[in-house]
């Protein structure tokens, strides 16, 4: 059983912050997928299904994002899912916008969401979809910039970003990591 985690915040004034780009992969791919992600345990909101013939649980931590190891801790001990099963989707600054990066460990590098899934799991060995956001202008405070509202012009490639992580999540799922990073990279 894989578990896929988009990292987000859970308040409905982040909804559509680039810091949910996480939040919004799980949010497609269960669309997609008719997985109702509707079940809160485990801090977080979550839903079972199936993705190409693999059975999934879709989690989206409820704890706001720089607490997000704890509910992927939760759920990773209560199933018995190990770190080879684990895909973490999140917003990164450093990728322009509407491109990803598939990795199989690193760093979390500035992200705090990423600081916490490290430090409850122990590891950086585990796959990760880095969905970008690109910083235009150096000038803008970082915090602001990840939550604040996305102008008009930014949403269609930051869409682009929410479906080919998507995809490489199916790629990942249906062929393998070397397959997806192949394709994505």
């Known amino acids: 059983m894989y578990l896929i985690v988009g990292l987000g915040n859970p308040e409905s004034e982040y909804e ?8 919004n992969v799980i949010n ?20 079972q ?3 190409e013939e693999n059975k999934v649980i879709l989690l989206k931590p409820q704890t706001y994002m720089n ?9 990773m001990n209560f199933y018995k899912i190990e770190v080879n099963e684990l895909i973490v989707v999140y ?5 322009e916008q509407g491109n990803i990066r598939i990795r199989e460990d690193g760093s979390s590098g500035t992200h705090n969401g ?7 799991l122990g590891t950086e060995e585990f796959v990760r ?9 150096n000038n803008i405070d970082i915090i602001n910039y990840v939550l604040g509202a996305i102008p008009e012009e930014d949403r269609e490639f930051l869409n682009d970003g929410i479906i080919k992580a998507k995809n490489a999540v199916i790629d ?11 394709k994505y990279n």
């Open 172 to 182: 990942i799922l249906k062929n393998n990591i070397n397959f997806a990073m192949n």
């Open 28 to 47: 497609v791919l269960a669309k997609e997928y008719e997985i109702d992600v509707t079940k809160s345990k485990f801090k977080g909101l979550y839903g």
């Open 91 to 95: 917003d990164d600054v450093d990728i």
């Open 129 to 137: 979809i880095r969905v970008g956001i690109g910083k235009k202008d």
């Open 114 to 120: 990423m600081k916490s899934v490290i430090q409850n």
């Open 16 to 23: 559509k912050t680039r810091h949910n780009m996480g939040f």
């Open 49 to 51: 299904g199936t993705i």
């Open 67 to 75: 607490l997000s190891g704890e509910s992927i801790r939760e759920i």
